[in-house]
């Protein structure tokens, strides 16, 4: 798909807005009731959906239920199964770490050994943030020739490894063994090309291991998802667009900067990064904004105050709406059913505003009314494409 | 696809008709309006539609809106994006040149140069058809040694150079800089295979420069699309069909030609195109009959013409439903509302008619009604299958 669109790219003065409220899909609690977006009252929603066309999103493919990555980098639109982002990558991206692309990124976890250095605790008793950042500032003090070592505290028990200079390749497995009554793995190399990096993260292990060994219940660590950030190539690169993000979450941040975007500062609140839309808007094509309370709101399965934050977030469209975008988008990154407290597959109500849209008989914005929508249900990867459609930014394909 | 395809493919006596209002699809000019098909009074294919099963035809994929050539691949079953025509096979494809497969081709401006080379009117101001003809004639004076040279007057400042007999590689840049103010470019090779090719090319524009100099305004040309035609498995291959083409205008013709399909002489009116297909019915499995007028309205973007065109594409559709073909397929190539004056990406209402169709709700033609039918949105290239089923010409796909 990218290498269909790069050379079809049209630079020009449209403005384009992604405005992405966070496991926006959701399900009835009962049935026959509403979706929390259908129990909302979303004036503002509905009636930019009367005007417009609108569908549902399928975030990867039927079943796939997305993580935060891949959720976003479909509607960033990259195919998210071609482009992979490992836990660790993820992990760093959520502190806003600024990995450069030669950086190996591991996710950490500090754990509690019995004498045998068999895991009894895969989570250290889950230490508070505080006790674990005094933890991380000692292993910030290991050194390892060929290569900078970082280590960063994420929470509770969890924290970020990079190791910055590696150049060997890293697929490396995972030391973490999922369960109890078992010692951490080695790190193993998967290929020949990964052992010289499967060697530095072993000297990190055994040089932790040394540092923590009289610590309780943090003994020991463990790691997960060893890798480096995806090659993706950037959307200006491949769109053609000054392409900005909005979003006062790290690791959307991090995504957004995984694709080039310009991050700017949101402020503190769905308001506020309207606001910074407007000061910005000269500056930009392309505008990602995120919105998270709906998400969290579903993983707490509590439905009442997701739809509270999706009024929260359909109050604030007036402010987008009046700077005039040629193409706005609004969907979710996945569905996040307060029934189910967690992502789900489901597939994501999206809208699509512009001049040229064919209208369909959608008057409200629900996952059931979606159906009948005229985008019908089509994958996270093709709203970008389409929304460069409706900005006049693509060309003709062949003569 | 077609690997899928050509194994199953079954010889019967079925008839399968496809017939192709070229930028059927349209918008409404105003919010809440019509689009061309729904104002157009459509009784035939309306009451074909309610008795048989329609949809909506994503040409190429959603967001990319196609030229002719790969609208019209898509519908012959091939994928558009495995299968690309340059443009100097499409332009030589549009004066019925028979290009044969080694032939390379290129479409060829004539343009003004200044005295320092400098291109100061891409288009030689765009001179007639018949002042380029004289120009032309002077240009087949040119021999080279080893390859056979064919120029072909196309249409004003436009014509078609094809190189018979050149062996290596054609991946040659353009030498359309696609702006005044600099001179023609010289024509590189994209790789060390294509570099034989690109010393014929430059040996012509060097003649040509020589020949025209002294012409004025017409004094220089440029080349675009430098290429040879796509190899393309013919549909009686893959799919088992003798297929034959109805079309007035010869760009059409050669689409067909490129897929092996026969080509009949058509007449000059829509109506004896109709004439044509009852003549050889017996000759042939598979029609593919173009209807162009409905695409030069829209790009005219006269509303009322091509809801016109429309309802005389309809007005004819009784003697082909006389002729009992087992599958009738009617649709566009891409649409080509008459508000955005162009080519678009919306996906094509289709209508198919087979008794073994599966009945939909829908009860008229036209964009929206099309979203609740029964074939959903599918893109272009499974349409020829579908059609293949239902005129049981498709075995069982495994045991």
Redesign the interface.
């Known amino acids: 798909?990218l290498d269909?669109i790069k050379p079809?790219a049209i630079r020009n003065q449209s403005k384009i807005v992604l405005a992405v409220a966070d496991g926006l899909g959701g399900l009835p609690i009962e049935r026959g009731g509403p979706t929390e977006l259908e129990a909302a009252a979303t004036p503002q929603l509905d009636a930019l959906v009367a005007?417009n066309v609108c569908g549902l999103s399928i975030p990867v493919l039927p079943g796939i239920t997305p993580g935060s990555g891949p959720g976003h980098l479909g509607l960033f639109g990259y195919d998210p199964l071609q482009h992979q982002i490992g836990r660790g990558v993820l992990e760093a991206l959520g502190i806003d770490f600024e990995l450069q692309p030669n950086d190996v990124a591991a996710r950490g976890n500090f754990c509690t050994v019995d004498a045998d250095g068999v895991i009894i605790d895969r989570r250290a008793g889950r230490i508070s943030s505080e006790a674990a950042r005094e933890l991380v500032a000692k292993l910030q003090q290991i050194r390892i020739p060929g290569v900078e070592v970082f280590v960063e505290p994420v929470r509770e028990y969890r924290f970020v490894l990079v190791l910055r200079g590696a150049e060997a390749a890293a697929d490396v497995d995972d030391t973490d063994p999922g369960r109890t009554g078992v010692p951490p793995l080695e790190p193993r190399a998967r290929n020949p090309e990964s052992e010289p990096t499967a060697q530095l993260i072993g000297q990190f292990i055994a040089k932790a291991a040394e540092i923590l060994k009289d610590d309780h219940p943090a003994n020991m660590v463990t790691l997960r998802g060893i890798g480096r950030r995806p090659p993706i190539p950037p959307m200006e690169e491949v769109y053609g667009v000054r392409a900005a993000a909005i979003a006062v979450y790290p690791m959307y941040r991090g995504l957004a900067r995984l694709v080039g975007m310009t991050i700017l500062d949101p402020g503190a609140s769905w308001a506020e990064q309207t606001e910074a839309l407007r000061r910005h808007w000269q500056d930009f094509d392309f505008f990602f904004l995120h919105y998270k309370y709906t998400d969290a709101a579903g993983e707490d399965g509590d439905f009442q105050r997701k739809m509270r934050c999706i009024e929260e977030f359909d109050g604030q469209l007036p402010k987008i709406v009046e700077l005039g975008p040629d193409v706005l988008i609004v969907t979710g990154d996945h569905s996040t059913p307060a029934k189910l407290r967690n992502h789900s597959w489901h597939p994501v109500p999206v809208l699509l505003a512009a001049d040229?849209c064919?209208?369909?008989?959608v008057r409200s914005f629900g996952e059931l009314p979606c159906l009948?929508g005229?985008l019908?249900q089509?994958e996270a990867k093709?709203l970008?494409?389409?929304?460069?459609?409706h900005a006049g930014r693509?060309?003709?394909?062949?003569?």
Chains 1, 2 share one sequence.
């Not at 693509?394 to 003569?399: D, E, T």
């Open positions: 798909m269909l079809l005007d040229s064919r209208p369909d008989e009948r005229g019908g089509l093709y970008l494409p389409l929304a460069l459609a693509l060309a003709k394909f062949g003569a």
